[in-house]
Nanobody
Framework: QVQLVESGGGLVQAGGSLRLSCAASGRTFATAAMGWLRQAPGKERELVAA??????FYAVSVKGRFTISRDNAKNTVYLQMHNLKPEDTAVYYCVAGPAIVTLDSNSASWGRGTQVTVSS
């Protein structure tokens, strides 16, 4: 099992910035891919950013505004979010798995989530 603990969510005005962090523990060898997935009320969940062994992924909705990075020594992944919009409001979940394609599934490891609220 991999344990994932998110931090860094909160309330921010439109145009502002936030940085989310996710610390992994346990079977961290099973975290070849890590990413951030969000779920807003009434909307489908969306994988917004992910890092694999030699690749990265960004959803079109966040490309150019969000940056994902990873500190392997600390088993921590970050999501730097700039120019936030009200439509970015959601619960953001850290996810981990063997490959990026596995992250948006129930077989991936999930954190408990952190709320990001962007006011207009």
């Amino acid at each position: 099992q991999v344990q994932l603990v998110e931090s860094g969510g909160g309330l921010v005005q439109a145009g502002g910035s936030l940085r989310l962090s996710c610390a992994a523990s346990g079977r961290t060898f099973a975290t070849a891919a890590m990413g951030w997935l969000r779920q807003a009320p009434g909307k489908e969940r969306e994988l917004v950013a992910a890092l694999g062994k030699d690749e990265s992924f960004y959803a079109v909705s966040v490309k150019g505004r969000f940056t994902i990075s990873r500190d392997n020594a600390k088993n921590t992944v970050y999501l730097q979010m700039h120019n936030l919009k009200p439509e970015d409001t959601a619960v953001y979940y850290c996810v981990a798995g063997p490959a990026i394609v596995t992250l948006d599934s129930n077989s991936a490891s999930w954190g408990r989530g952190t709320q990001v609220t962007v006011s207009s």
